[in-house]
């Protein structure tokens, strides 16, 4: 039998695997997916420009060892970059030879310099009748990449991070976006990616703003009729930081300056990050022209941190405040605060303080009132493993027959409920949830919630099937 791209690509991984660490495996080379073989070169597919460029980057010595010994020296590896559907990525593939000094092919950025700095240009964040051009860059170093721990709920996202930092505007993840839900990281990540390109080019001009601030400086140009002088002013940014750009849902003037600054930035090989608690295929009522430019670079979610990176946490927040803890109370804390890096920290906070202001040990039962009030006052959110847990046990079937590939209509409907209670309940985003409950794609999620809707107000039985995995769920 003769090689196939999939036989030898899986001999390439299993050589990888023994050769590098089990996270940067499962991260860099477990999404890659064999496409063809055609006589020494192996094509594969990668998700994203950011991958192709990583595993330049990184991994091209790796690469060419693996590859010469399937294929001989003659091997070729010829990337083909996963399309989404929209308008920015202009190149279907990029081919290499596996070589050690990689180059930017495919990856050329011209930066076009901004003529005409006009020094009578007002700046918004000035009180006006004050002159100055000096643009502060509204950053707060104590967020910072060294305060920003690593664990599988964030690698993507940190290192796409630290590439834009050394490299910003000169890299093909332009706009990064990064999304995830409450108290997972955002705001920390997008700071600290600005507090390292300062360190690295104090030149560059780097601007942090929230979307509902952009927003109201927007009204304030329009009521004084100088919102050229606003855009003109934003489009001298070298590097613009916008958190939470959902907030701009509904708001059709701001999203059609914020448009006119993004296409002169990115026009002009400046940099743009962008943070948002949904990802861009979840955003309601944000122009379509818009949505399609977020998806041009690297969109990267923050997940829920699991058990190991808590546990870092906690200790990372105790070291840095100088105070010992006995490790059964930082178990007992990462086993019992699992959705919020927010929380997880407050809750450390007021352990540190119920302690000293009371002049009392932390003890496990001081620890315990504490979790017991911040597990009172949050809601707390299942996760979507739990919820298809629940739905199957109700079904009388097992996980693994709900994420099947049967069309069944009893299996069929108790995997759109699954579905259905993941958006309902979870931040999790349509395709992270299509691709936990048996790898669908977001499209699948979002005709499974109006399948539900639509069943649950015409159909008795299924309505009672809704109510009771209802109370099930939220008990």
Same mark, same amino acid.
């Given at each position: ?247 701009? =849902? ?206 649950? =107000? ?18």
């Amino acid at each position: 039998m003769g090689k196939t791209a999939e036989s030898v690509w899986g001999n390439c991984l299993s050589f990888i695997e023994d050769n590098i660490t089990p996270q940067a495996y499962k991260t860099w080379f477990s999404p890659i997916k064999a496409v063809k073989l055609s006589d020494a070169a192996l094509s594969i597919q990668v998700p994203s420009k950011f991958f192709y460029e990583w595993l330049e980057e990184h991994y091209v010595k790796i690469l060419k060892v693996a590859l010469t010994k399937e294929l001989g020296e003659t091997a070729k590896l010829v990337y083909v970059i996963k399309m989404e559907n929209t308008y920015g990525n202009k190149q279907p593939f990029t081919e290499r030879i596996p070589s050690e000094k990689p180059s930017n092919v495919g990856n050329q950025q011209v930066d076009v310099p901004v003529k005409h700095k006009d020094p009578e240009l007002k700046n918004p964040f000035v009180i006006p009748g004050i002159r100055n051009v000096k643009i502060e860059s509204q950053l707060n170093p104590r967020y910072n990449f060294e305060s920003f721990l690593e664990g599988d709920s964030n690698r993507l996202a940190r290192s796409a991070g630290l590439a834009v930092s050394n490299k910003p505007g000169g890299t093909s993840f332009n706009p990064l976006l990064v999304f995830g839900g409450v108290g997972l990281g955002k705001t920390h990540l997008a700071h600290a990616i600005g507090v390292q390109i300062k360190e690295h080019y104090p030149e560059r001009t780097v601007l942090y703003i929230s979307a509902e601030k952009f927003t109201q400086q927007y009204i304030e140009s329009v009521k004084k009729n100088n919102r050229n002088d606003f855009i003109h002013f934003y489009q001298l940014i070298d590097v613009l930081i916008v958190d939470d750009i959902q907030l701009l =849902s509904g708001k059709a003037g701001t999203q059609d300056v914020f448009f006119h600054i993004f296409n002169h930035l990115h026009q002009n090989g400046k940099q743009v990050i962008l943070t948002s608690d949904k990802a861009p295929v979840d955003m309601q009522d944000i122009e379509q022209r818009l949505l399609s430019r977020f998806k041009w670079g690297l969109s990267a979610e923050l997940q829920q941190p699991d058990f190991e990176t808590r546990i870092s946490i906690i200790k990372n927040k105790l070291f840095r405040d100088g105070v010992e803890m006995p490790e059964e109370i930082i178990e007992f804390l990462a086993n019992n605060i699992k959705t919020n890096i927010r929380e997880l920290e407050g809750a450390i906070i007021s352990l540190i303080a119920h302690s000293s202001f009371n002049k009392r040990e932390i003890t496990l039962d001081l620890a315990k009132k504490i979790v017991d009030n911040y597990v009172k006052n949050t809601k707390r959110e299942v996760s979507i493993d739990y919820i298809q847990k629940v739905v199957s046990d109700y079904f009388q079937m097992d996980v693994d027959t709900l994420q099947s590939k049967t069309r069944k209509r009893h299996i069929v409907q108790a995997r759109q409920l699954a579905m259905f209670f993941a958006k309902k309940l979870t931040k999790a985003s349509l395709a992270s949830i299509g691709s936990q409950i048996g790898s669908r794609d977001h499209a699948t999620v979002l005709h499974a919630c109006k399948t539900v809707d639509n069943l649950a =107000s015409t159909d008795k039985q299924f309505r009672k099937f809704v109510e009771d995995l209802d109370k099930k769920l939220t008990m």
